[in-house]
């Protein structure tokens, strides 16, 4: 059971006679009825409010939908978790894609373009001590115009001979 620094002493208190004050006791601590119907009443309406926006919930009112084509669609809220966990998983895959960029510079060879080239097997046994991730991160890597390799997915053992070329 817990035990507070005070024990509440509710009283009375209306608009028109204020509550008796304090006797100095350290003991008791003032809780004035008004005060707690007051916190109850607004706890209620922001409920009833968030209750209105909650697809979930049984109330009457639906909150309008952005279509497809409207600015918003198929976005978070502005400054919600859901926002800020996306910035965050976006940074993160950023440097991994860097990371594997910078493993490609190091074991590849520079071709006769300039560009450096990494046979997949080679860049998997390299790879497979830093990520799991490794043909997800690669996959990233050519969709932002980073990296090529023929063929839209690469398997371990079959595609260990696809040459894998650095863009920039």
């Known amino acids: 059971m817990l035990k507070t620094c005070c024990e509440p002493k509710v009283t009375m208190e209306t608009e028109e006679a204020p509550a008796q004050p304090n006797d100095d006791r350290a ?10 119907t007051e916190n109850w009443q607004k706890w209620s309406s922001d409920h009833s409010e968030y209750q209105k926006h909650n697809p979930f919930s049984n109330g009457k009112v639906i909150p309008p939908q952005i279509q497809r084509g409207q600015e918003g669609y198929g976005r978070p809220l502005e400054g919600s978790k859901t926002e800020q966990r996306g910035k965050d998983a976006h940074s993160h895959i950023s440097r991994e894609v860097t990371e594997l960029c910078q493993v490609i510079k190091e074991i590849g060879e520079s071709g006769d373009d300039g560009r450096t080239t990494v046979r997949f097997g080679a860049l998997f046994e390299r790879y497979v001590t830093i990520s799991n991730k490794l043909v997800g991160v690669l996959l990233r890597a050519r969709k932002q115009g980073l990296v090529h390799f023929e063929g839209e997915m690469l398997w371990q053992g079959r595609d260990d001979g696809v040459l894998i070329t650095l863009l920039q």
């Open 27 to 36: 003991e008791t601590c003032t809780v004035s009825v008004k005060g707690l």
